[in-house]
């Protein structure tokens, strides 16, 4: 039966439904349960690129590879260079490794033309004579390229593979491959460029190639190009030649480029560029300083401040120059090629990628505007160049032997984000702040029982590894959070000297070549041995972390009073299906060998020892540990085990008691992950009672200022908020509770910077939310004067969005001259981009019925209000989260569909249900959401899985408000309990 069709008959019984057990519902709909939807952006998304089902024989192997691209992106130049396509030729050097071979294959994708008849393989020292006879065929189903050859090869010998190809250069909308993007001049004129993105199955679009990670080579690379452009590739450039006479066309010029030390072809990039412009920082005075050139590049007008540029690349040229010299010396392994350059592209749906030498970039993501850019887009620039600039050590230097390793280089490069962020910018709190955005994120996605393993063992060496295999690895949170939590747990363990001193020998030893896990392992195995940091009754690494990486997955740790001395701690697997864990939380397949580290009353209580106090082994799931039961202890001190703690109510209490002081002795790391492990416990139906427990660790925002904790709480909240939103009783008792908090933390926080700052943009919108008098009242009047004159008033950069939809919002119901201006802003051509999609969601807030219509009419027709696709589909998601709106939008959608798909693209669909997942809580609006996908099935047959997900979640929504406010008044738990602990 059709999964919608299903779904919509089930809804018609779900009143029924809601009181079984949740798994029973997933059981109902037939599809498997998956509560983990995409509602956290990961910057770097690694594209999966097409299938691949064998991997490549190791018969032979490249050595060296002479690459030439001819990218042609404009018009005129004759038959055999037409524009959007990169004629070139390779040579590739191999070495024989086995006798008696005659086949030689490697990758070239079924897009990628390929002079068959002129390829060539000859001896490179020509000892054994002429050149081969070749029979080329090609299996597109695998992306093979086979070389049958008239004779052997010699072991051990040396040949070279010459091939003729032609590649295509891909219009915007690629993800890998070499693509074409867009950006507009000063002068508003659309240029094009053209660059790559090869990760991690690309490269043989591009060119024919050994396309796997572990089969490194030397690249000496050649970009030609036209006198309006520039290239640029992995190293620098080593000589520039007049092109003309070979393309006949006299201005064209060819840079060869300095050889690349042993790398995979999923690292090789170029870029062929108009009116582009860099930005280069002053290196430190520091001898062991990075002295090398470290480039921001970018549309000129917009990386410079030469001619009146915008200076975007100077903050991240200052800070890329920073980040490499801290890297250099914690690794001890000086930058291997000449130069790094870091290239904004205004299309890179990849957000960005570690290319050695030449990273890319969104432009968004690597342009920083003073006086302009918010602090939280500061922090994202840092934390991106952060990210991929240590990349060029760990996956770049060292890389995965194969995909399914892919978390050596995601899980180091994430760790290390936060760790550079905070040697250079410490006032945004880094070391904090990855609990909430990696650490927190992790767990959240390890919960779902379709959570893959950090090794995924379907894309195994010498296994088929199909398209779905790279989707689970490429796409699962736990390649980057969960493996960088790891690594912060192994550091915490080992002790941060002795970690990294292991790293430094693991990066030496496997320099230039490719590893799987067990090579770091027995490496930390033998440096935490060496410094005592590891004691010998303490198991191997290997050991410790096999538990974690081989099988998804976390613990949950009990923690409960035993005697009056004693307590007991126990595992087993945390997950979103309660059910499973009540049948199987004894299963010792899903235990671990977790470090324990402990704060106490009476040992550690400054939280400074995050070595593991005692450790609970893979084959044990109960264990007693000495303690006084009258005082509070932490266990997993700081949060450095990837893992969740459940305290029994006599521990707990204990706790609450000092969580709760003014001054507690219980860490802000700790303070936060107790409040993330609680209200995690209520989402997931640990205990109704959680909830109150979990409500009840946030009076001690009263006092508080830390960022880490406030995020923590308010990130709950939200989620709370938008499900009880169209529930004016309850919303008026969380405003009673909640808004003093937040005004008294307003007035805490003034004038900081960093993560101060941008916590005081979230309390902002908070307060205007929830209607705080004041700041609504400076709403209106400081958007009214923007509105007049947008130069001489302009909005405060870090809280602009949230003034914008707080006037829009908070406006009289009456009175149509706020819309009517903001509209009016949206259409000037002097507002910036970045303020129209800011007014685009302030639109969206509106509480005037009319002006909502007004407003999603003015996505379709042949002369739309809204014209920008991205604003257009801005504008569903506002409509969808608006009370108003929400209802009334369905039934537009519903006439409309086949119009807004034409247009906007099936995402515009997607995006939409998204946004009603959030907040949609009642029977007759999700069978209403039903009819409406229903009655364009065909349609939506391909985006049918993504939609069902989100379906699911308004089930598991409308099952949450039965349980915790199925009516108002004392029936509704939540509203019962704000009203009783309001000030």
Known sequence: MDVLRLLLASAFVIGSVLAKPRLQIATLIEVPYNRNISTIEIIENHIFAAPTSERLPKNVIPIHYELEFIPILDVGLGDNYNQWTAPGRVTIRVRALTPDIQTITLNAHEDLGIDLVGLTVVPFDGTDGTKFKVKATRDNDKEHLILSLD????????????????????????THGIFRSSFKDENGVDRYLATTHFSPTGARRAFPCFDEPNLKAIFKISIAYGSNYIALSNNAVEETQNFGAIINTPEWKINYFKETVEMSPYLVAFAVVPKYGFVQATPEEEEDAFKKPARIYGPAHLVSTENGG????????????????????????????????????????AGAMENWGLNTYKTDYLMYYPGVSTEAERLLTTQILSHELIHQWFGNLVTCDFWDQIWLNEGFSNFFEFYGVAQINPEFEAHEYRQFASFQVGLKAEASLTAQPLVNNVAKPGAGSKLEDYIKVFTSYNTFQKGGSLLRMLEALLTPETFQAGLQTYLYQYKYKSVRQDALFTILTARGRADGTLPPDAPTVEDIMNTWTLQSGFPLVRAGKATSQKIFV???????????????????????????????????????????????????????????????????????????????????????????????????????QIIDDYFSFADNGYDKDKMETALSLTKSLDWETNALVWKTVLKHLRGYYNKISDIPEVVAELKGYLLPKILKALTATEGGTGMTAILRSELFDWASELGDAGLV???????????????????????????????????????????????????????????????????????????????????????????????????????????????????????????????????????????????????????????????????????????????????????????????????????????????
């Open 151 to 174: 004779k052997a090869l010699t072991e051990g010998k040396l040949y070279n593979i010459n091939i003729k190809f032609f590649a295509e250069i891909f219009d915007e909308t690629a």
């Open 310 to 349: 915008r200076g975007g690349g100077v903050y991240p040229a200052d800070k890329a120059t920073k980040l490499l010299t801290i890297f250099q010396r914690y690794t001890g392994i000086e930058y291997s090629l000449d130069k790094i350059d870091s290239i904004a592209i205004s299309n890179l749906a």
């Open 570 to 672: 126990s595992q087993e697997r945390f997950t979103n299906h309660v059910e499973y864990n009540h049948e199987h939380n004894l299963n010792p397949k899903d235990l671990w060998t977790i470090p324990i580290a402990i704060a106490s009353e009476d040992k550690n209580s400054d939280f400074e020892d995050l070595t593991p106090e005692f450790w609970m082994n893979s084959d044990v799931s109960v264990i007693s540990y000495d303690h006084d039961t009258t005082k509070w202890i932490v266990i997993n001190a700081d949060a450095v085990g990837f893992y969740r703690v459940l305290y029994d109510e006599t521990l707990f209490a204990n706790l609450f008691t000092e969580f709760n002081k003014k001054n507690s002795a219980i860490s802000v790391k700790s303070r936060a």
């Open 777 to 983: 009242r400076l709403s209106k009047f400081i958007f009214n004067l923007w509105t007049i004159n947008p130069k001489a008033y302009p909005l405060p950069v870090d809280i602009e969005p949230f003034i914008m939809s707080s006037a829009i919002a908070h406006a009289d119901i009456h009175d149509n001259e706020p819309y009517v201006r903001a509209l009016a802003k949206y259409q000037d051509p002097t507002i910036p981009l970045k303020q129209k999609t800011y007014l685009i969601k302030a639109l969206g807030c509106s509480k005037n019925p009319t002006q909502l219509t007004s407003l999603l009419e003015g996505i379709l027709g042949t002369a739309p209000i809204i014209s920008n696709k991205a604003h257009a589909i801005l504008v569903l998601k506002a409509i969808a989260s608006n009370s108003v709106s929400r209802q009334s939008s369905i039934a537009f959608l519903q006439k409309n569909a086949v119009e807004i798909i034409e247009k906007l693209g099936l995402s515009a669909i997607v995006e939409y249900v998204k946004s009603l997942s959030d907040f949609v809580v009642t029977e007759k609006v999700f069978i209403e959401i039903l009819v409406m996908l229903n009655d364009h099935e065909e349609l939506l047959e391909p985006v049918k899985p993504t939609l069902v997900t989100y379906l699911k979640v308004i089930q598991e929504n409308i099952q949450w408000k039965i349980v915790y406010c199925q009516t108002t008044g004392d029936d509704c738990m939540l509203e019962k309990w704000f009203r009783n602990n309001k000030l």
